[in-house]
């Protein structure tokens, strides 16, 4: 197992997703992220922890596929910043202790990178709430590895679908699971009219070379 998109959540996870603004597609006025790319699309699920309905079926359906595609852990870690409350909430429903990794050390105090203890050995499932290149992501993993424990695999909510994150987990020997992803977004926005459906092409496009787009 490499990438796995769950079939049956990844309809329902992105139309709740847009039904509360927490995807939104702008085709007319680009999005800018950090990177300095321009995109039709942005993904902010922390918006989910307002809604507490959508909280709490993020929160079940990142536990159900932890336990449907992983064996349970000794531990859960979150990848700061966005992951935190999503990993909290799942060590929670599990039982189960939590950390979260930092995406650079503290420059002052204990000078952490990872918060908690992650003891050597110990199997952990990191949660992510956002993949995109998926850097941060594998950072997170490296951190982990680092102090000598066994990282089973991560859990997200949604993914872009990015050829390179795809490659950079499959080398990095990281099994990864998603809720939902950009194809069932834009079928999900077609079907809800957040999309016009001569547009869809175009939005598609934005994938094949988000760096270059437009």
Known sequence: MSLIIQKETAGPVA?????????????LTPFIWSSGWKAP????????LSFPEVRSYVKNELT????KHYELPDLIAGVATAGIPQGALVADML????????????????KNLIE????SGQKVVLIEDLISTGGSS????????????EVVGMVAIFTYGFGLS?????????????????????????????????????????????????
């Open 138 to 149: 594998l950072k997170a993993v490296q951190a982990v590895r680092d102090v000598g424990a």
């Open 95 to 110: 039982n189960l202790p939590f950390a979260y990794v930092r995406p650079k050390s503290k420059d002052h105090g204990l």
């Open 64 to 67: 159900l596929a932890l336990k």
């Open 166 to 214: 795809a490659k950079a987990f499959e080398q990095a020997k990281v099994p990864l699971v998603c809720l939902s992803d950009f194809d069932h977004l834009l079928e999900e926005a077609l079907k809800s009219k957040f999309i016009d459906k001569d547009k869809m092409d175009y939005v598609k496009s934005w994938r094949l070379d988000p760096a270059n787009w437009r």
């Open 15 to 27: 139309s709740k997703l847009l039904e509360i603004g927490a995807i939104r597609i702008n085709y």
């Open 116 to 119: 908690g203890h992650i003891n």
């Open 41 to 48: 699309i942005y993904c902010d699920n922390r918006l989910s």
